[in-house]
């Protein structure tokens, strides 16, 4: 009898290490919870960037300032430093050395970096409130697929966010909402591709069976 217990909690932990090791092939293994958030969470981040552009026309009037990728000059990326605006964190294909749980991780940081970011600016700024509780939800998704998937914490997400704007003027904050929108939109670009691999793959899974 306790053989069997032994076996059985070896078997638990050998899939929980697995699944949180596993490239993209391995998916297939996931509970469908798994799919059902990250479907919900790809839903959200369609949302957002269907949204960005319009919240962007609300809050950012200051002329040049545009979403087109032409007018990104040098003197605002460096702006970005010096207003604090952290890097989004870097999303890649699944592979042995970029894994689930590496992947899942970063998704509820950034998602979670950009919530904290609009909430800052919010309190200098009207009109990203909405943006702001999308993200929020979108960060409860994600980690409702890591709490399923039994995938480790990597720490990225417990951090605090803040904007050097105490002494910023109104040049400077609409500079710092561009270029927070900017980045956002870029990120959730790359988080669309990483949710939609995932259920893809899941689709194809399940279809093959």
Avoid: W
């Avoid at 970029?98 to 970096?113: I, K, P, W, Y």
């Avoid at 200098?124 to 999308?134: P, T």
């Avoid at 561009?178 to 899941?202: P, V």
Wanted: charged letters at 20%; aromatic letters at 4%.
């Amino acid at each position: 009898m306790h053989t069997f217990i032994v076996r059985v909690l070896l078997h638990h932990c050998l899939f929980a290490v697995l699944v949180r090791s596993a490239p993209l092939s391995s998916l297939s293994d996931l509970p469908p919870t798994f799919r059902e958030e990250a479907e919900q969470a790809k839903t959200l981040v369609e949302k957002i960037l269907t949204d960005i552009p319009a919240v962007h026309s609300a809050t950012v009037d200051t002329e040049g300032l545009t979403l087109d990728p032409s007018t990104q000059t040098e003197n605002l990326q460096m702006m970005v430093a010096s207003l604090g605006i952290p890097a989004s964190p870097v999303l890649k294909p699944l592979s042995e050395r970029f894994t689930l749980d590496q992947c899942v991780n970063r998704m509820s940081a950034g998602s979670q970096m950009y919530q904290e970011l609009l909430g800052v600016l919010s309190h200098r700024l009207s009109g990203l409130s909405d943006l702001q509780e999308d993200l929020r939800n979108l960060v409860t998704h994600i980690n409702k697929m890591k709490e399923v998937a039994q995938l480790s914490s990597g720490g990225e997400e417990d951090q605090n966010y803040s904007l050097d704007l105490a002494a910023q003027g109104s040049y400077n904050l609409q500079v710092a909402v561009h270029l927070t929108l900017t980045q956002l939109r870029s990120f959730c670009q790359d988080l669309k591709r990483s949710l939609r691999a995932i259920s893809s793959h899941r689709m194809r899974a399940s279809g093959a069976r």
